[in-house]
């Protein structure tokens, strides 16, 4: 059973457009919600996360959407670029600090 | 950088065979994770240790076992090797809660 749910696979953007991916999750007990953003041949890299307690975290151009009421929360990538091309892996966890559950990522191409 | 590192780089080795990975983590996380990254399973959890103890399992098959030295590095020890358990083979750390951070893992293919 995939306890958190991702979509799209794949996305092909435009530079300077808007990427967006979106997860969902069941367990109601999660309390932290990191994006990983992955490079071939890399280890997954902590882009950003969220706690339940808010609905909207921004950093630069990264900004994590979360509705607690749907059980969803999203990534947005404002001005996407070339270099923003990986692989980005949503996921969900615990506050006891055990495993996460990872979606199942999404390839983003960004078109020059 | 993550700080977390991670040998051998790669591994080829053959069925049956029984390989070590070695896991160092950032300097002062007392908890280990260990991932297994396929194409067709994604990033699934294997096993956490946390201060020399095992303290979360999750998909872990019995051939694999995993164990935090004093120093707090790990090994995670894959026996009777299948084909299947090609892949690559990431190491994570954290301070006690969340913000897991990911080295760059070992890619193992069993021939």
């Known amino acids: 059973q995939q306890q958190v749910k991702q979509s799209p696979q794949s996305l092909i953007v435009q530079k300077g457009g808007i990427s967006i991916i979106n997860c969902a999750y069941e367990n109601t007990a999660f309390d932290y919600f990191p994006w990983y953003q992955q490079f071939p041949g890399k280890g997954p890299a902590l882009l950003i996360a969220?706690?339940?307690?808010?609905s909207e975290k921004k950093e630069g151009r990264f900004t994590i959407s979360f509705n607690k009421s749907a059980k969803q929360f999203s990534l947005h990538i404002m001005d996407s670029q070339p270099g923003d091309s990986a692989t980005y892996f949503c996921?969900?966890?615990?506050?006891?600090?055990?495993?996460?559950?990872f979606g199942t990522g999404t390839s983003l191409t960004v078109i020059p | 950088d993550s700080g977390v590192t991670q040998t051998p780089k790669h591994l080829i080795t053959a069925t049956g065979q029984r390989v070590t990975l070695r896991c160092s983590p950032r300097s002062g996380d007392l908890s280990v994770y260990w991932y297994q990254q396929s194409l067709d399973q994604g990033l699934q959890f294997l096993i956490q240790?946390?201060?020399?103890?095992?303290?979360a399992k999750g998909n872990i098959l019995e051939r694999f076992s995993a164990q935090q030295f004093p120093d707090l590095h790990s090994e995670l020890n894959l026996s009777s090797l299948e084909l299947g358990d090609s892949a690559l083979y990431f190491c994570?750390?954290?301070?006690?809660?969340?913000?897991?951070?990911f080295g760059p893992g070992t890619r193992l293919t069993v021939l």
């Open positions: 240790y946390y201060n020399g103890e095992e303290r």
């Open positions: 969220i706690r339940p307690d808010v």
């Open positions: 996921a969900a966890g615990l506050n006891t600090g055990n495993q996460f559950y």
């Open positions: 994570a750390s954290s301070a006690l809660y969340n913000e897991q951070f």
